[in-house]
């Protein structure tokens, strides 16, 4: 393999393949970066065995060929190379190593045969379908906190991608952590009918980059019930499923929360974040105090950190009601979902499930459990 390419576009696919490089990995290959050289272009291809990621750029190929490379190694040098310049790389077969020469630098690097590089294989069956990448990123972000990090419970360990039964057309987006539930909706025209997925925690980072960058563009997206692959231009990345069961969450959102406070989620998240400054790392626990016109919110720390407690303007009408709740997770949830404007919390009694929403929305709402508090 004999290619010359230019720096900023190596730099930039190899920054997006080494997102599924493991730093710490049992099979030596595994560190290594694919590249292959046909047709004018250069393909990179980066595996962890979960996830695979490959990409592409123009390259001068005076031979063609493949080839693996240290990804960590090979990054770090074509990151430090100056701005501008043509990069030429040939691997030898007769020594065994790989010779980057890019103005007066010249690197010697190891390489190991594309032949041992494993495969998460290419995915040609499954359901397909385009999806606005805005709106596909918008929809990860605003649910991917609620993901369980809980390895016992490996099928909330991503995010439940499934079509609404109630509307052809809508896509959900759903996950739990058993405290609290995130749950976002966007159209899809066409949307096919097909089971439900899980898509693991990595794999939905690595999605909603591949969203962002797609932004007002189209992204393919292709499904089975194992894989997941979207692909943008050149780009391709590509996930194994969780296999398992998603619990039915529609049982834990509540229909009949009628005692519902407006209020600014900038005024709650900034409250919520300043009293809990004083809040136990073991409970963070939160009063919350509804009442006519305000919400009071007390924090004790019974452990010797002091005490908080601060007033928030709201809308309400409805019984005074007093629910505990923990702040870590009001803050994220806020963080994620509303950072501004008016938010709706629509309560049942100090017990029961709460409902976090925007006004009049109906694609998206979010679910949070109480806890006692004295």
């Avoid at 509307?167 to 966007?186: F, I, M, N, P």
């Avoid at 407690?309 to 629910?323: G, N, P, Q």
Wanted: glycine share 8%; aromatic share 4%.
């Amino acid at each position: 393999m004999n290619i010359t390419v230019e720096r900023a576009a190596f730099l930039a696919a190899l920054q997006r393949a080494h997102r599924a490089v493991e730093r710490r990995n049992t099979i030596p290959i595994l560190a290594n970066v694919l590249l292959r050289a046909e047709g004018g272009r250069l393909t990179l291809i980066a595996t962890d065995l979960d996830i695979e990621i490959e990409d592409s750029l123009p390259a001068e190929c005076a031979a063609e060929g493949e080839a693996t490379l240290p990804a960590q190694t090979l990054l770090d040098i074509v990151r430090k190379l100056p701005e501008g310049v043509q990069i030429k790389l040939e691997v030898s077969t007769d020594n065994g190593t790989a010779t980057l020469r890019a103005g007066r630098s010249r690197f010697a690097l190891n390489w190991l045969p594309a032949s041992e590089f494993p495969s998460l294989g290419r995915l040609e069956d499954g359901v397909a379908f385009d999806i606005p990448g805005h709106a596909l990123a918008d929809a990860l972000a605003r649910v991917k906190f609620a993901i369980s990090t809980e390895e016992t419970r490996y099928y909330l360990n991503g995010i439940y991608l499934h079509r609404d039964p109630q509307v052809a057309d809508r896509l959900r987006l759903v996950a739990t952590d058993g405290h609290r539930l995130s749950l976002a909706s966007l159209t899809v025209e066409g949307l096919p009918e097909f089971p439900g997925v899980i898509v693991p925690r990595k794999a939905v980072d690595e999605l909603e980059r591949l969203a962002q960058a797609a932004d007002k563009a189209p992204l393919a997206l292709l499904l089975s019930p194992v894989k997941l692959a979207a692909t943008l231009g050149k780009a391709r990345f590509t996930t194994k499923l969780i296999d398992g069961t998603f619990p039915d969450y529609g049982r834990v959102i509540p229909l009949g929360n009628a005692h519902v406070a407006t209020l600014q989620a900038e005024e709650l998240l900034s409250a919520v974040d300043r009293v809990g400054t004083v809040a136990s790392e073991r409970g963070r626990a939160v009063k919350f105090t509804f009442g006519a016109g305000k919400l009071v919110l007390d924090v004790i720390n019974a452990e010797g950190g002091g005490s908080a407690s601060e007033e928030v303007d709201i809308a309400y009408a409805a019984d005074d009601i007093i629910i505990g709740f923990n702040g870590k997770y009001v803050v994220d949830l806020l963080n994620a979902t509303a950072k501004t404007g008016p938010i709706e919390i629509a309560l049942a009694d100090p017990g029961s499930p709460t409902i976090l929403r925007r006004p009049e929305a109906s694609d998206a709402l979010c679910v949070l459990m109480p806890m006692r508090v004295s």
